[in-house]
């Protein structure tokens, strides 16, 4: 039986990007024990830690506050929550000039004021850059926030209905951590690398880290999900401001003009969820003791564009909402043995027929890139469930040929493929049920946007069952 | 197309809960065009067995995925990898390591935290306020923040490689240490704690122990201009008055009182030699500056470089009030020394009316090539009206390979060659001394190990920090006693006289040391027979 290192902390915080950073000093500055989690190297993971510098969208004067507001609603197509974007417009500009409290300066112009630049489905200038990743990681350290990175979440632990801690894999010291917390924030980013391959072509460029995890993670606790099947590409971006409001013919027209593109080999590549784990306006999860920010979480509907000022503001509010929320309440030693067989049970799984870890999460990609990532239709995406299904049935021949527990990514490898498995069939699900195009979503069987879709697919375990439901939208789309 | 190429793999291999020692593990990769590092270590991964490897990004930005490819650090993500036979891929070096090619960086997270590059200023400001200050200093700092944390820099350091083994000689880290998170701080206009900073430079990351040799920003991802800065660096030091050390100030008040950076021994070149040195049908005529120390102590090498020009036709002039060029001073942080020197010597030099200037040092040879220029243009608005030559420089490129003067005499030796920094990424001199020593009759030649690696006593290291100077020089010493030669050749009498030290010192002196001047010089004596 392996050791096991018990770790106790006030906030757990589970990633450690732009939202999970800004989640452990928001928590931290009230004066509570941080632990934050990171499954790469901290400063330099996740999305925000593998782009070169960021560009942070603010309102920098009040009086854009309604405008940046709309320009988030019409990029959503009608499918943010709206109090959410209040939040996030109003807040925005404090946490953008924390960044540089920090250390970063922003360009400035020939008097030395803070010179904003333009962006895609910005009616104003309002981006203001460089920041860099590194300069927030600091931070932690400068408060005394704990950090262990290269550490993988394997799973949220829960005590009589609420979360309780986390089972977690110490990479470079190859050990189990059983981390109890008084609440638990998620920020473990997207699920890019669910149509991405680790090498040539990438078709996600997104780094590996991005498996969705959280995702999974959250909807194993019995977390509501939304927006999933929604997922942005390069292309998209590079083309959104042409396209517009998006039919599909011209998509397919612009896809034709770059041929590369439908062979699905090279560009373009998936790099944006916009999707998951719904929160409200202080950052809860539905899940008691369970917080989430960044692009774990859903309702915001943000772009790529968008999505470092909603893991700024969001992450700042789910640091403080969990700080304040707190309550102590035992990590049974039952439920942390039942997960640490579960992940000992995948390092030292010897089935016939083996399947290496990277084997099935190729097939997986393959599938979901082919079948699901840009334009779909009803017959592809019933092909993608089906073949899910066959690949769900084939994770007990997963073999980690690694013994060890140092340094064994291949074993951190299986235990992402089940994560990837799960968020895979809630993202085919939840396309199958939105039969129209809307946005970065294309289905090429239903070209048009439908006013019955205006709204959103929730998802969810119940009594062991995936659940999906559709609600409303929040807006009235004549505004 | 004939069948599949293979490219023979060897791969450091160690995992410390199960191997009592590390091993070298070979695959067969096959080899595509475009083909990355990366991709051959994923082929090993999913091809053979699960070697431990990091990366993240795959595009060069995580800055995790460092690795030493045939001995140099690189990022296996940015890597191609050519058609070759074999590659040796280890983790790289002067790190511990945590499993195969995965590297520790925790100690280096730890040194980092130490250096505290957060801002520091109370009390808090406005938000987003005015900040004046030049485009210049701006893009800099961008530059620097940028910064990928890979530690290649590291990896190629000889001092940081001295810091790793012998903690107890310098702490010194490597270049990201004060790039990223001093220099950052030093720059920012808002800092309010630059003191403190400085000091941390100073005795932290023991700046002097940096030989500036160049090696980092060779392997740098972002094309740091790393010594440079830390020159800058150094004159902050030194302007805060806490720098340079004991050692370098002697050379800097021996320049401003004499107008050399060293004391006067024996009879000096320059007043062993006329000033204008006539051939018959001159096909060029240069001015010739000698340097502190061919002037002072290898007159020899002096007078054989006005030999190999005059045997080339080649009319010399040797301005008799030249002076140092300031180096010393400038590499140590007393920058305002060297500028005073520049301003003198370009004088002199201009007003022979003469455009070219050939010279032996490397050291003087990139303070006229580096620093002159900019500080003329700083105090003059111009650029000096002067051309700026080492000597095989000048007779590879001036002269012309077919044009030179090829009457030299056999000299049976085996030899190496031993590249100075300054010269090498200093200048980017390499092929041409080489191009010379394979015109010598008799002369075998054969390449060290770490040929281009630096001696030890560049930068102010063996006038300030002798330890690590000689703990650089002795691996220097190994390598070319390794090569199993009769002598050493070389271009720059620091290299010259730390070699000889240390081969005396560590070897009884069982490799000679040449300057190859003084052995061209020599062929051309030896063709008169």
Known sequence: MSKVRNVETDVLVIGGGAAGMRAAIAARDLGVEVVLLDKGVIGRSGVSGTLPYWNVPAPLIPEDQDKYFDDLMKKSHGLANPRLLKVLVAEARDVVAELEDFGNIFLRDALGDVSPTHANGHSEARVLTPAYSWVMSMQLFKRGVKVFDETFAASLIKHEGRVAGALAINLKDGELLAVKSKATILATGGFGHL?????????????????????????????????????????????????????????????????????????????????????????????????????????????????????????????????????????????????????????????????????????????????????????????????????????????????????????????????????AEIVIRASLLRRESRGVFRRIDYPASDDRYLGNFYVKKVGGEMVLEFRASLVDPAK | MNGEHKIIVKLFRYNPQVDKQSYYATYEVPWKEGMTLLEVLNYIYENYEPIAFRYYCRCGVCGTCGVMLNGQPVLACRTYINRVEEIIVEPLKNFNVIRDLVIDRRSMLERTIKLEPWLIRRPKREALERISWSLGELDKFYLLMSCRECYLCRAACPAAEVGFKKPELTQYPGAKFYIRDLATRLLDPRDEDKQSRLLKLKEEIDAYACTTCKKCWEVCPREFEIPEIMEELRALIAKAGLGPLEGHKTFADYIVKTGRSIERQTTPLLEQVPEVVEVPDPVDEVLFFTGCLIDYRLQNVGLSAIEVLKRNSVRVVVPKEQQCCGSPAIRSGLVEVGRA??????????????????????????????????????ERGRLPNLEVYELTEYLVKVIGLNRLNKNLGEINMTTTYHDSCHLRRGCGIWKEPREIINLIPGLKFKEMKEHDVCCGSGGGVRAGRRPVSVEIGKRKADNIVATNVDGVLMECPFCYIQIRDMLNQFYGGKVKVFYLIDLIAEAYRRAEG
């Open chain 1, 195 to 423: 149509f991405g391959m680790s090498m040539k072509p990438w078709r996600s460029v997104n780094p590996i880290e991005l498996t969705g995890d959280g995702h999974a993670l959250a909807y194993e606790a019995g977390a509501e999900l939304v927006d999933m099947e929604f997922h942005q590409s390069i292309f998209e971006s590079q083309y959104a401001s042409s396209i517009g409001q998006t039919s599909i013919s011209t998509a397919l027209a612009l896809a034709k003009a770059f041929r590369v593109s439908i062979t699905f080999d090279e560009a373009p590549s998936l790099h944006h969820c916009l999707g998951g784990v719904i929160i409200d306006d202080h950052g809860r999860t539905n899940v008691p003791g369970l917080y989430a920010c960044g692009e774990v979480a859903g309702g915001l509907h943000l772009r790529s564009t968008d999505q470092l000022i909603g893991c700024l503001v969001f992450g700042k509010k789910a640091g403080e909402t969990a700080a304040k929320e707190m309550i102590s309440i035992d990590l049974p030693s039952k439920h942390v043995e039942k997960e640490v067989d579960r992940v000992l049970s995948v390092l030292y799984n010897s089935p016939r027929e083996p399947i290496p870890p990277f084997m099935l999460k190729k097939k997986l990609t393959s599938i979901m890139w082919e079948k699901v990532a840009l334009v779909k239709t009803e017959e592809s995406l019933k092909e993608a469930l089906r073949a899910v299904y066959e690949i769900k049935n084939l994770l007990p021949k997963v073999y980690v040929r690694d013994k060890s527990m140092l340094f064994n990514k291949e074993w951190i490898e299986a235990l992402e493929v089940y994560n990837m498995v799960t968020v």
């Open chain 2, 341 to 378: 020197q520049a301003l003198k010597n370009v004088e002199i030099f201009e007003s022979y009316g003469i455009k070219k200037v050939v010279m032996g040092c490397p050291g003087c040879l990139l303070t006229w090539k580096l620093n002159y220029p900019r500080y003329i243009m700083e």
